[in-house]
C-alpha cells in the first residue's frame, strides 16, 4: 500500500499539501458550456488531462459522525472513501483509499494506493469490498483499525475533467452527470438517483487566495458549500 500524492499527473510521495477548494455549484446545464466559461477565463485555463470517470464509496461509522460534523460545521473533520477510475463502474481496478481532511478553510487528502487490487462489484456487493478492503490494510495498523470501525454508506460516480491555469497556480475540476447509489440494498445498482447539478472546484494554495478572488469571480455563480457526499446521504436517507 503506497501512500500517494492527489495529482492525475504526478504519482510522487505525498506530503501535506494544504489548499483552498472553493467549489461551486450550477443547478442544471450544459457542461460544455461551463468548460467554454473557463477557457475564456483571464487566467487562460487549458485542459490537462483526459476526462474520466469517478467511482468512491464512501464509509461512516454507525452514527454517521463524518456527515453530521460536515453539516454541523465543525472546523475539524475527515471522510474517508475508496477511489477508483473507469467507466465500468463495477471493476475495481488499483483502487486508493483516500482520508479527506478539512482544518478550517484549508483540506488535506492522504491517499493509499492499492496497487494490483482488483475487486468486482458484480460479484462483491460493497460490504464485502470493505472486508477486504480491511484485511488488505493490515499493514497499515492505523488505517486498518479505522476501517473496522466503519462500513459502507454510499456509492458515488461522476465524470470529471480537468484544467489548470497558465501561471500553474490554480486547478479547476468540472464535475457532471452524477449518479448516487445505496450500498445497504442488495441489488444496489437498481438505487441510482442521478442528479443534474454540476460542481466546479477550484482549488489552489494558500498563498494565492487573494488572486483566486478574481478568478472565481469569472466562474459566473456563486461559492457553495456543497458536498456530495452530504447531498448523497441526504438523498439516500434524509437524515436531515
Known amino acids: 500500500?503506497?501512500?500517494?500524492?492527489?495529482?492525475?499527473?504526478?504519482?510522487?510521495?505525498?506530503?501535506?499539501?494544504?489548499?483552498?477548494?472553493?467549489?461551486?455549484?450550477?443547478?442544471?446545464?450544459?457542461?460544455?458550456?461551463?468548460?467554454?466559461?473557463?477557457q475564456r477565463n483571464s487566467y487562460a485555463f487549458n485542459e490537462v488531462f483526459h476526462r474520466r470517470k469517478i467511482n468512491n464509496i464512501y464509509f461512516d461509522d454507525s452514527n454517521y459522525s463524518f456527515f453530521k460534523q460536515n453539516v454541523e460545521g465543525v472546523a475539524n473533520r475527515k471522510k474517508i472513501r475508496l477511489r477508483w477510475y473507469g467507466d465500468n463502474t463495477s471493476q475495481i481496478q488499483n483502487p486508493t483509499i483516500e482520508i479527506k481532511?478539512?482544518?478550517?478553510?484549508?483540506?488535506?487528502?492522504?491517499?493509499?494506493?492499492?496497487?494490483?487490487?482488483?475487486?468486482?462489484?458484480?460479484?462483491?456487493?460493497?460490504f464485502d469490498v470493505h472486508t477486504a478492503l480491511i484485511e488488505n490494510s493490515e499493514q497499515n495498523r492505523p488505517l486498518h483499525y479505522t476501517l473496522q470501525a466503519l462500513h459502507p454508506t454510499l456509492l458515488n460516480t461522476y465524470?470529471?475533467?480537468?484544467?489548470?491555469?497558465?501561471?500553474?497556480?490554480?486547478?479547476?475540476?468540472?464535475?457532471?452527470?452524477?449518479?448516487?447509489?445505496?450500498?445497504?440494498?442488495?441489488?444496489?445498482?437498481?438505487?441510482?438517483?442521478?442528479?443534474?447539478?454540476?460542481?466546479?472546484?477550484l482549488k489552489y494554495s494558500r498563498e494565492n487566495d487573494g488572486d483566486a478572488r478574481q478568478v472565481a469571480q469569472q466562474i459566473g455563480t456563486r461559492l457553495s458549500k456543497n458536498s456530495k457526499y452530504v447531498m448523497g446521504i441526504n438523498l439516500l436517507y434524509q437524515l436531515v
Open 1 to 38: 500500500m503506497e501512500k500517494v500524492a492527489d495529482n492525475p499527473t504526478n504519482n510522487v510521495l505525498a506530503v501535506t499539501n494544504y489548499r483552498f477548494e472553493r467549489k461551486f455549484v450550477f443547478p442544471k446545464g450544459d457542461a460544455e458550456d461551463i468548460v467554454r466559461r473557463i
Open 101 to 126: 481532511k478539512k482544518i478550517g478553510e484549508i483540506g488535506d487528502k492522504d491517499s493509499y494506493r492499492l496497487e494490483g487490487q482488483t475487486l468486482n462489484l458484480n460479484l462483491l456487493g460493497p
Open 159 to 201: 465524470e470529471r475533467r480537468y484544467f489548470l491555469s497558465l501561471c500553474g497556480r490554480f486547478r479547476i475540476t468540472v464535475d457532471y452527470n452524477q449518479n448516487f447509489y445505496n450500498p445497504n440494498y442488495a441489488d444496489f445498482k437498481n438505487s441510482n438517483i442521478p442528479i443534474d447539478e454540476i460542481v466546479v472546484e
